[in-house]
């Protein structure tokens, strides 16, 4: 964090000094107490009032309160800031920080996507640039704050991953992050249970294009009809369309499957240039394009883009190829599910399988209320149409799947219903061989850990 002076932040968030140490300056910002060090900025969010043995044991820092009589006696070097609403402060602090900076950002979200397309566009920019992104797949409010509050002068890029958390946390992003870019991975089908339709969750996704500015750039994915539909409302010279439709101004076509990743040919204003992406599937295509668009749309030229993305290291449990039993082949695609990614893996596993033997093992999908048994039942069709030699499910609700493929015609004996991952795992160790491909498509929510672990072989 660039280092701010305590007169300026008093002023800002409207505070009231009630208790004055020495510091004139701070230079990091946290809001746990646990996490408090030596000329630190502390809003005092934790959901309880600090215990006296941790404020006794304070360094010299400067606290942000609106309860300041509900703190134990303080010790030691700390500045006092009382404030109406603490976090309503904090808010107010994390909007005027980014205001303080002129460093160009970028908010990725989507259904899918969005984490491997983030570290895409991280990787690109790296090489010659100082870069802070959100860490893995922590895309809720907390984790992007620290982001941001990590910036400084010498930062030349941020990216955010933001996921929609509960209704509201999109907009509260929009206040407190912008203004940056926007790339919209594509939208699915999502945590309807929270939203309780299609459309209303599409719309909660929308809320995050009110961030970018008349200046910033919209990267939409040119074959999801969501983004066709949000861009109506777009000045259309905002917009930078990716994907493989003919209208997309970084478009992707000619694309092959190799023994180590994708071939594809990148058509932009008019020039082709060959690229490769060390990973599998047309939707890792998808999002390299996302991420090219956008960092050279920050100034890195299209052939640098290129090179440096042959080398991009593919993330764990996404897609992710493996020994596994038996000397089989696992795809490890554990990280989390929903029926657009289940139909890119299906096609990974078509493709990874081809003169050998294919197995589909699948879990249920979360948060989907009441489109649940619809939506599986589609993804059971989706199943029947890319035909695993084998098919095996975890759970009930998952098994809705294997009904459905079984009604669209796939043969009930290649065909698996698991009330547990031991069963499932007994089937795997039963076919699994050297000439056997193993598709795991299951999600982090659910508790698969040693399931996976034992078919990558490593207890």
Not at 64 to 78: A, E, N, Q
Not at 88 to 96: M, P, R, V
Not at 278 to 307: K, S
Not at 418 to 424: K, V
């Amino acid at each position: 964090m660039r280092k701010l002076s305590v007169s300026d932040l008093v002023k800002e968030l409207d505070g009231v000094v009630v208790r004055e140490g020495s510091l004139s300056v701070v230079k990091s910002v946290v809001t746990r107490v646990k996490k408090v060090k030596p000329g630190c900025l502390y809003f005092c969010l934790d959901s309880k009032a600090p215990a006296v043995q941790e404020t006794e044991q304070l360094p010299a820092c400067v606290m942000i309160t609106s309860r300041p009589k509900r703190l134990p006696s303080l010790r030691g070097d700390i500045t006092v800031i009382q404030v109406k609403k603490t976090r309503e402060a904090y808010h107010h602090f994390l909007a005027w920080y980014r205001r303080l900076l002129s460093t160009p950002h970028l908010a990725i979200t989507g259904s899918y996507g969005k984490t491997t397309t983030k570290e895409m566009v991280k990787y690109l920019l790296t090489e010659n640039h100082h870069v802070k992104a959100t860490k893995g797949n922590y895309n809720l409010f907390r984790s992007n704050a620290g982001v941001l509050t990590r910036m400084n002068e010498n930062t030349d890029f941020g990216i955010f991953e933001f996921g929609v958390g509960k209704k509201g946390h999109l907009e509260k992003c929009v206040r407190c992050f912008s203004p940056f870019s926007v790339l919209i991975t594509g939208i699915g089908t999502d945590h309807i249970e929270r939203y309780g339709s299609q459309h209303l969750y599409a719309e909660e996704k929308a809320k995050l294009l009110k961030g970018a500015g008349v200046d910033q750039p919209i990267f939409l994915n040119s074959e999801c009809d969501h983004s066709k539909r949000f861009a109506r409302s777009l000045p259309p010279g905002q917009i930078i369309w990716f994907g493989t439709g003919e209208q997309a101004d970084y478009r992707g076509s000619h694309i092959k499957y190799t023994d180590e990743g994708m071939t594809f040919t990148l058509t932009h204003a008019e020039k082709k240039y060959e690229a490769f992406v060390p990973a599998f599937g047309l939707h890792m295509v998808r999002n390299a394009l996302g991420a090219i668009a956008a960092a050279h749309t920050f100034g890195v030229d299209i052939e640098t883009l290129l090179q440096r993305l042959r080398t991009f290291p593919p993330l764990k449990r996404h897609l992710e190829i493996t020994n596994g039993l038996n000397g089989s082949t696992l795809i490890d695609d554990s990280w989390n599910s929903n029926s657009g990614s289940i139909e890119a893996a299906l096609a990974v596993l078509q493709e990874k399988s081809r003169g050998k033997n294919s197995v589909a093992v699948l879990g249920q999908i979360n948060e989907l209320g009441p489109e649940e048994i619809q939506e599986h039942k589609k993804i059971g069709r989706l199943i029947y149409n890319n035909q695993p030699g084998r098919l095996i499910t975890i759970g009930e609700r998952a098994a809705v799947m294997a009904r459905e493929a079984v009604k669209c015609g796939m043969r009930a004996r290649h065909v698996y219903m698991c009330g547990t991952p031991e069963r499932a795992l007994e089937l795997i160790q039963k076919f699994a061989d050297d000439q056997t491909v193993c598709l795991i498509k299951t999600s982090m929510r659910d508790s698969y850990g040693h399931f996976i672990r034992v078919l990558k072989d490593e207890t």
